[in-house]
């Protein structure tokens, strides 16, 4: 480890991030990163609440977590954040209690409202790392086009029944977005409860965001830039495919 490192780090930050810091490709330089990190996360849903655990027990310093909903008794299946006693209480303002009993010194940024046109802008704005755990296709359009403007990097979540998708892209490259992929939102209203959803696979799709954005960080190479991962997890079959930049996407310069 480097003196200037251990430096900066309390005693207690080392102590709780040794295991992680040992991997040779973390170590104490990339711990810094991901102490520095700053992400936000829009839905605390089944896909948030997940990424959240992991993303916060990774050793970051500052959070953003947006979501306009009350816990209700139909999400604590799969939104591992709430118990019954949660139940009719903003998610936000639940999360922000239970994530100051693991770090009390960290930074988290409640944000109440429901993403629109004009609030994403300054809602992201802040941020380098933005994580889409939403579920309907306008919110997550809604999201990419922002993220592409601010230059931010994506990394949006999605469930259908038994199978999960995952997309990232790095806006500061000229590469595709989601409309290269989905020009506009498909008629569809089905939230994922009502077609039907198992808490494990919610919770693997916001694991694996969690393990991609700790690597992005830390600068270890992320094969799923410009990909989709399509996890069927009734075959349990992981596929990857590239998002081809479409000439005609609206969000083309
Ligand atoms: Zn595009």
Do not use: W
């Not at 990339?30 to 849903?45: N, P």
């Not at 000439?247 to 310069?253: A, E, L, P, T, Y």
């Amino acid at each position: 480890m480097s003196k200037k490192l251990i430096k900066k780090f309390s005693k207690n930050y080392i102590l709780k991030y040794l295991p992680q810091m040992n991997l040779r490709r973390i170590s104490t330089e990339g711990q810094k990163k991901i102490s520095a990190a700053k992400i936000i996360v829009i839905g605390l849903g089944g896909i948030g609440t997940p990424f959240l655990t992991y993303i916060c027990r990774s050793g970051i310093s500052t959070i953003g977590i947006v979501d306009y909903d009350k816990v209700s008794i139909s999400n604590l299946h799969r939104q591992i954040f709430f118990n019954i006693q949660d139940i009719n209480k903003l998610k936000t303002k639940v999360i922000e209690k239970k994530l100051k009993l693991y770090d009390k010194n960290m930074k988290i940024n409640s944000i109440n409202k429901k993403i629109n046109k004009k609030n994403i802008k300054s809602i992201i704005r802040n941020y380098d790392y933005v994580i889409d755990g939403t579920d309907n296709f306008e919110t997550k359009l809604l999201i990419n086009d922002e993220c592409k403007k601010q230059k931010k990097n994506l990394f949006i979540g999605a469930v259908s029944q038994l199978e999960g998708h995952i997309f990232h892209f790095n806006f500061k490259n000229n590469g595709p977005c989601l409309r290269c992929f989905m020009p506009e939102a498909p008629n569809i209203n089905a939230r994922c409860q009502d077609e039907g959803i198992l808490g494990t696979v919610t919770g693997v799709v916001g694991t694996l965001i969690a393990n991609e954005i700790i690597k992005v960080i830390t600068n270890i190479e992320s094969t799923l830039l410009d990909h989709i991962l399509i996890i069927n997890f009734e075959s349990l079959s992981f596929r990857k495919a590239k998002i081809i930049k479409m000439s005609k996407c609206r969000n083309n310069d």
